[in-house]
Structure formats: structure tokens, C-alpha cells
């Protein structure tokens, strides 16, 4: 497998035998799929999406704290989000951290899905199905859907008010 912290197969310069992305840049849902059907097995998937939660920033100590966790995850699970109105259009800026080291790679995937997204954007895609592509839903136990869901339903919780807020101000 080609991958350097977040890079992928496609991100890989062969001539310089290094990745051409950035060390922070997140891996888009494209190349996520890319490297899934790379990918001979769940074993290796699993093994992947652990890189890819290894990458992940950290959050502070600050930011661990009750508020942001989601419950219904057997793991620890804190989630942050801002708002970022410094491009053309608001997008929703999306940090997380769990415990256990499959979750941040879980955590990477809903990072694809989501960062960087409008709050319409946010409530527009359509997780289920982008869990389903990749297999997630057929290799994750219970509680790890459980905790996948509850992420889910957070961000979109949080979409929901951002596009309320942006609504009431632009009023």
C-alpha cells in the first residue's frame, strides 16, 4: 500500500518516492473511494483508515470537555466545529479525537464528508450511503455504528443551527 500519513496512492510522486500532499491536507471522499477499491480486504481497509486516524490534529485538553463529546460511542469521542465565514460562502470547519485509534480513522472519513462543507452541504450528503460505498456498514460491530451514527447526527444537529443562525442574521 502507497500511503504516507494521508497520502494516497494518487498523491504519491513515484519519482520523488514522496507524497505530494500536504501532511495536514484531508483526503477527499474521491480519493477515499480511490483507495478502498485498492485495497484487497477489510483487514487492510482497517489498517488504512488506523494511518488515517493517526494523522489526525490533536485537540487541546480545552477542548475536551464535556460539551463536545458525543455520546453513544463506546470510545471517548469529542467533536468541534466552527463556522468559517472567510470564503465566499460560510463552510463548516470540523475537528475530532477519540480514544481508540479505529474511531479517528472513522473520524477521518466524516472529515471527507464534511469539512470544509456548507451547512447545506453538510445536511445534503448523504452519510448512509457513503458508509455503504466503503463497506463500513458491513464490518463495523454495532457499537461502532451506534457511535458513527452519533457523529453523524451531531454534525447535522450543528449544520442545522448554523443555517438557522446565517438565516436570522441575514434578516
Not at 470537555?65 to 463548516?92: A, F, K, Y
Not at 477521518?108 to 457513503?130: H, M, Q, S
Not at 451514527?149 to 443562525?165: E, F, K, N, Y
Amino acid at each position: 500500500m502507497n500511503t504516507v500519513g494521508l497520502c494516497t496512492r494518487a498523491a504519491f510522486d513515484q519519482t520523488q518516492g514522496a507524497c505530494t500532499l500536504a501532511a495536514t491536507e484531508l483526503m477527499t471522499l474521491d480519493e477515499l473511494y480511490e483507495e478502498f477499491d485498492f485495497l484487497p480486504d477489510w483487514e487492510d481497509r482497517c489498517d488504512f483508515l488506523i494511518d488515517l486516524g493517526m494523522e489526525l490534529p490533536k485537540l487541546s485538553s480545552d477542548e475536551k470537555i464535556e460539551p463536545n463529546r458525543v455520546h453513544g460511542c463506546q470510545s471517548m469521542v469529542w467533536l468541534v466545529t466552527e463556522l468559517d465565514d472567510s470564503g465566499d460562502e460560510p463552510v463548516l470547519r470540523v475537528r475530532a479525537n477519540s480514544d481508540a485509534m479505529i474511531v479517528n480513522g472513522l473520524i477521518a472519513v466524516l472529515l471527507a464528508i464534511y469539512d470544509g462543507k456548507t451547512p447545506r452541504e453538510v445536511l445534503d450528503a448523504d452519510a448512509a450511503e457513503i458508509f455503504k460505498r466503503l463497506e463500513l456498514d458491513r464490518h463495523l460491530s454495532s457499537q461502532r455504528k451506534n457511535g458513527l451514527s452519533g457523529m453523524v447526527t451531531r454534525l447535522r444537529q450543528l449544520a442545522a443551527a448554523a443555517i438557522v443562525d446565517l438565516d436570522q442574521q441575514a434578516n
